[in-house]
């Protein structure tokens, strides 16, 4: 009796329970759909978690490496595991979803992204290039870069590689090509770190879920004969030694590059046929070959006062003189504007500003200023950059918006990618301005306001011979200003104004500007020292004096450094040393000078090594240290610095000795011509 009383028990309880799990499962009937998103959303939102821990452990490794008081082994350990765990995060479909400008500022700018889509016989690819350059500071070595690719058909199939392990390479634009090899990529961009010259091509072919490097094959080729074609293992070099840069971009029905070097009146064009072989061939841009006799010359001028000192160019020679002079004056006052309330308020400061002729001819004069602003106790020291465009022929300035419309259409030609940064590590940051950004920026660009702390903040235009450039404001991390070229060819007639300019724009080869030197040196304001100047022959200049002296700007000695000739006549005013930025001369610290082409060019290049100080004296502790500097001779009969070389030099320790400055520096690949 008790056994069948319990068995009754275990029957009432068994079918409540089958009562409950049925009434459950009625209920989730009700609702397919919401039992199917509960269902789904756990391993989503696990994975979510998951892709977001990776992306904060990501941003956290790269802080460590940018850390430069963080133990060395440390950073470089945490150098390998950002490579390594980038190239993972990269594999997460949620990365597929940020866009390229997105990404670059998560990694603070330290990533130089650009995303393009193909359609393939097999459907749409769509295709990433990341660029990721470690700090100088840890390498030892100067752009040292690594490249990576991501690619995927849907979300669901996200697939990432890192094709490249360090080196100076950065890839600026790709082609993705089905062939009769498979699927080809062709990665496009400059091999220098320093300057957009000389260009490589090489190709990769994607066999499963992997690419690997494969030979090209150069059939056809016609090149002209300032253009210069070497095979470095799998990969091509071009180089055209007589113009300042080049500029690569794919060929918009996507089977080959476009290859352009600035002030050439010839292209280049690689296509790649369907069997993998590669021609090479040449074609006229728009600009003519045929020079026009200009009925003018520059001369340099400077204003000087009170720790301000601008170089401008003055017009000479010219016919009409009302016309030169009513010139002159725009330029001198476009040159100082804003920048004597230094001088009139007394405010402690040091601005150097020089100039460099951007597109001279019968038309048109466009001069480019760039410098550096010192103001006292400000936190850092501000890069000053401006323009002056002339029409000639009316004596007037010229606008950017009196070349194009600054609307809609315009800005999305820009964001389109038909723009090449000056500074190719700037590329993917003018991805971060909105249209509505970009529009205000450019519609009000080359007005300056009057004050430099106003004109940093505005943008300007410039000419060059078969381009038109543009400069934004930026951070001051990256450069305060970022500069964009486009092709005048690029440029639609229906976003041009004035067909009268724009039927001259491209017409005239422009010429070099041609200069004369200045007064003699004055002994008064510059202390030379007699043991480190010496008797030199140099290619722009013929021999030589090259002196070394102090100055005292604000009251702090400087090193400053000129080229005099036989009768003591400035012949060339050398840019600000490096060690001059943050520091103090030590009087008789020049200790050693050389004169040595060092980026094997043609021309000799001036090395300085000379010792400072941190400016603390009386009962504070002085702490002396060495600081070298190199001076680039370029053509034109100038001599330029790389500010981010001559950091690197002095940060790893190589500016001890002259031998040790050559040895850092030969192994680096620096063309400034």
Known sequence: MSYLKYARICY????????????????????????????????????????????????????IINDENMNSDVRQNKLQDFTQDLNLLLNEPESVEITDGEFAEKFDNKLIVIT????????????????????????????????????????????????????????????????????????GGHVSIYHPYPLFVNLWGLSGRKWTQKSIDVGKMKLPDSWELNKDVDELILENRQHDSMSIEGLDHGDGFLINSDGSEQNLIIEFSTSGEVRIDSEYSTASNTSEQQSYELIQEKYSENGVVIKYPQITKLKDTVKQKSLNQILKTE?????????????????????????????????????????????????????????????????LRDLVKVEKSFIELIKSGKITAVQPEQQGLISDFTKDDLIQLLANADVTKGSPAEAEMESFSYLTNDSLGMSVPMAHVVGDHAEYEIRFAQIPENIRQNEELWSELSSIEDQSVSTVGSGKLDTDQYEIEESQSFQTTLEGFGKVRFVSTYGYPEGLRKFFFFLLDDQGHILYSFPYFYGNREWVARYGGVE????????????????????VDNG??????????????????????????????????????????????????????????
Not at 363 to 392: E, I, W
Request: a neutral charge; one cysteine or more; aromatic letters at 8%.
């Open 12 to 63: 009432v309880l068994l079918l409540l329970i089958s009562c409950v799990v049925l009434n459950g499962c009625t209920k989730g009937q009700d609702s397919p759909t919401a039992e199917e998103n509960h269902t789904l959303s756990l391993p989503n939102e696990a994975k979510t978690i998951t892709y977001s821990k990776k992306l904060d452990t990501l941003l956290e490794t790269l802080h």
């Open 116 to 187: 393009k889509s193909f359609q393939l016989k097999s459907g749409r690819l769509n295709v990433r290039v990341v660029n990721y350059r470690a700090p100088t500071t840890l390498t030892g070595t100067i752009g040292d870069k690594y490249t990576f690719i991501q690619w995927w058909s849907t979300k669901q199939l996200v697939h990432a590689q890192m094709l490249e392990d360090g080196g100076p390479e950065l890839t600026t634009d790709f082609v993705v090509r089905d062939s009769e090899h498979g699927i080809q990529l062709w990665l």
């Open 335 to 399: 040159a100082v504007k804003g920048l004597h309330e230094y001088v009139d308020s007394g405010t402690e400061a040091h601005v150097e500003i020089d100039y460099e002729i951007k597109r001279q001819s019968e038309r048109f004069l466009s001069v480019q200023y760039t410098g550096v602003r010192y103001v006292k106790d400000a936190a850092y020291p501000s890069h000053m950059f401006y323009t002056t465009n002339l029409d000639m022929k009316q004596a007037s300035r010229i606008k």
């Open 592 to 611: 050693a000078v050389a004169f040595k082409d060092v980026n094997k060019d043609g021309l000799k290049d001036v090395i300085v090594i000379a010792n």
């Open 616 to 673: 603390i004296h009386g009962s504070g502790r002085v702490d002396e240290f060495s600081m070298g500097g190199i001076y680039f001779q370029k053509k034109n009969k100038t001599f330029t610095t790389i500010p981010t070389l001559d950091e690197a030099l002095n940060d790893q320790g190589h500016n001890q000795t002259v031998k040790d400055v050559i040895q850092y520096v030969s192994k680096q690949r620096i063309n400034v011509n």
